[in-house]
């Protein structure tokens, strides 16, 4: 009932005042207003990967802590200003998320291709997200649109829905439970960390305190990463840090994770979470295809659709 119904909805809106509106994400969303909106972002995001390999990682990143507060709704990209807390200063964004440039660069060249405002900077995220994968070597899956963007954003959301690397498995596993996602999706998508950088600030408590860390891996980190000062000093959180393979999950296994929440996704206690992780650090298709999966249905949390929220003009301001 729910499918047939919604996609009526769509048509009756579709021809009323011609701009597509749906009451769930699609694929095809773009496809009539503005063909070329997709392939460039792809261009873009190809482009800022040849500048700097991490900004895939970075974009990705972005789509996932996007997601995580109230859902995928542009909400990360809102600046601060003297008279709105925007989600940027957040613990775990504070000093560490990145690509908003690059982000501003998709929006405009869109707009240009669609001559308007037609493509949403929710959708951005979550297409510029798929393309990262897909061009640091890892799945390309359809990619789901028609979200619309937010005109709130919750620091205070931010600070306790986005998990924090210093937490244990149950506490990351209730962080995504409470977005609707399940034991697999936390062992899959934090998979998203076989690309891309930590700071010092990040793993710090793991290299000093924590036990189940490989006495070499942990030694040699403590000569990058101080007791006290070098928040900053970046690391891999995997040896193929542009890589979209399963090194990340082979890493685990050998009590080689960077972070603690990391770590936590196999403590060779036999679980279920240990056997995810040995079977994905053996199955690169297998990860990919689930990562897919997984991120479909992360880019699926509480979505903006229809004639809520607005399409932003500039992703960083409220209309
Ligand atoms: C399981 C819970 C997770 C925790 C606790 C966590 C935590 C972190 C932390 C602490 C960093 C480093 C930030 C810094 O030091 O500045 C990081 C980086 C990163 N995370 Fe996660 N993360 C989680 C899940 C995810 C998920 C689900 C994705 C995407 C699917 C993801 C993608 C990334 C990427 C790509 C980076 C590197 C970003 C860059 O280099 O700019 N993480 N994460
Ligand atoms: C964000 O980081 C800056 C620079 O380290 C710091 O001055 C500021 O207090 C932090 N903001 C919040 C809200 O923690
Ligand atoms: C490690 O644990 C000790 C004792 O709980 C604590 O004082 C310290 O701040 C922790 N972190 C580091 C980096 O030593």
Known sequence: MAAPRSLFMCFVVL??????????????FYDQVCPQALPTIRTIVEQAIEREPRMGASLLRLHFHDCFVNGCD??????DTPDF??????????????????????????DSVCYGNVVSCADILAVAARDSVATLGGPSYQVLVGRRDSRTASRDDANNNIPAPFQDFQDLLS???????SLEDLVVLSGGHTIGLARCFSFRDRIYNDTNIDSGFAGYLRTICPQSGGDDVTQPLDDTTADFDTVYFSKLLQTKG??????????????????????????PQAFWADFGVAMIKMGNIKPLTGTDGEIRMNCRKRN
């Open 15 to 28: 021809t009323a005042i011609v701009l597509p509106s749906c009451a769930q994400l699609v694929p095809d």
């Open 74 to 79: 542009g909400s990360v990209l809102l600046d």
């Open 85 to 110: 807390i925007g989600e940027k200063t957040a613990n775990p964004n504070n000093n560490s998320i990145r690509g908003f440039e690059v982000v501003d660069e998709i929006k405009a060249a869109v």
């Open 175 to 181: 962080k995504f439970n409470q977005q609707g996602l």
């Open 258 to 283: 960077l972070l603690h929440s990391d770590q936590q996704l196999f403590k060779g206690d036999g679980s279920a979470s240990d056997g995810l992780v040995r079977y994905y650090s053996n199955n």
